[in-house]
């Protein structure tokens, strides 16, 4: 029994990706960023959790390709949504019964370290969750234990506060953590904008 969560990593086609970037980025390049966010993700999991306790869930064959070549396992079946994905690849976590808890961890979280993804890990409660810094969406979520059967996943609109009436409703215990690496996202363009500001500053 792994003492780490898995880490669940949903991509969708990367070549659909980070549609709302159309204003900043051509579709060549913005699929080239959803390209490198996702190689970067891959191996920051593998870093934190160990690659045997990662696993990309995506249908996509060239992000497969590149989990692949990253020693990172698939769940390739194909899915109606994003939502309905992840249930399916809990689903099977909890068939396997190697682990107790998961963690999803989304492509598009640029600062995202090693120590702030381990201080999330070492907490104790049912469900874990740090929102973007609009508190609108769910950057980070983590099940353990009794959370992890029947969890309804919501993400989209509001889905900060879906997973919070989620784990309330079912007396789950719940702690939210507000974390400046993890709640910054790439989504709209001015967090594309603000990244590679942040990024050309940490060059120099």
Known sequence: MSTMPLVLIP??????GKSRLSDLL????REQLCRQLLIDTLHLAAD???QENVRLVSADMEAGRIARDAGIRIFAKVWPDLNTALAGARDEVIALGRWQSC???PIDLPL????SLLSIIADGANVTIVPDRGEAGTNILILRGKAMPGW???YGEASFEAHRR????R????DVRRMRELAFDIDEPDDYLEWKEHRELSRE
């Open 152 to 154: 309804r996943f919501a």
């Open 48 to 50: 934190t959790a160990g």
């Open 103 to 105: 963690l999803v961890l």
């Open 26 to 29: 051509d579709a060549r390049a």
């Open 166 to 169: 989620e784990a309330m409703q």
């Open 11 to 16: 991509c969708k086609s990367l070549a659909d």
């Open 171 to 174: 007396g789950l215990s719940l």
């Open 112 to 115: 995202a370290t090693k120590p």
